[in-house]
């Protein structure tokens, strides 16, 4: 069987680790979080930096320098374990290159063959706001402190990828329910 990588794609507080936590129980697929991945290293770098370890948003060293190689990481991770014949999860936002149509076809050159699904994490204002405050991490402060426009940002950029089935999948409750996923996959991937 063809390997799958799920790229679990949202604005912060969407769903995506809960999402993709169950996608992969659900297909027995590696789990790679970025912040697990990434948090560490790019923490170190920003305050050698002399920058503040939790100021990304904003902060033009960690968006020239640091985003990319925490992206690249990812998905050198993410071919490793399609090597071994693993299928992956990723959770991570990806905001950055939804404009770039050619995205996931240039960033999968050379990888094995394998079944790309973006599963495009949504859910209403109020429940991620709600999220983003009970998850209490400092990286989120700008962000709750400038809701709108974090809001404005998060919601206005669509994924443009092509290469890949592309799943909506709405995260406003209050508990996730996939029942429906195995079904809208097999439909998605048929068409």
């Not at 443009?160 to 809208?184: K, P, Q, Y």
């Amino acid at each position: 069987m063809t390997p799958r990588v799920f790229f679990v794609i949202g604005p912060a507080g969407s769903g995506k680790s809960t999402v993709s936590r169950q996608l992969a129980r659900r297909y027995a697929a590696t789990y790679l979080d970025k912040d697990t991945v990434a948090t560490s290293f790019t923490e170190l770098l920003l305050e050698q930096n002399g920058s503040d370890k939790n100021d990304r948003d904003h902060n033009a060293f960690y968006q020239a320098a640091i985003l990319p190689l925490e992206y690249a990481t990812l998905l050198r991770l993410c071919a490793d374990n399609l090597d071994v014949g693993r299928s992956v999860v990723l959770d991570a936002p990806f905001g950055r290159y939804f404009s770039d149509r050619d995205y996931l076809v240039d960033a999968t050159a050379g990888w094995p063959a394998a079944e790309l699904i973006v599963v495009h994490v949504t859910a209403e204002s109020h429940a991620i706001h709600d999220r983003v405050a009970d998850r209490g991490l400092p990286r989120d402060t700008w962000k709750l402190a400038h809701w709108d426009q974090f809001w404005a940002t998060a919601t206005t950029r669509p994924c443009e990828w092509s290469g890949a089935t592309h799943i909506l999948l709405d995260n406003s409750g209050r508990t996730l329910n996939l029942d429906g996923f195995d079904e809208v996959l097999r439909l998605s991937l048929t068409s």
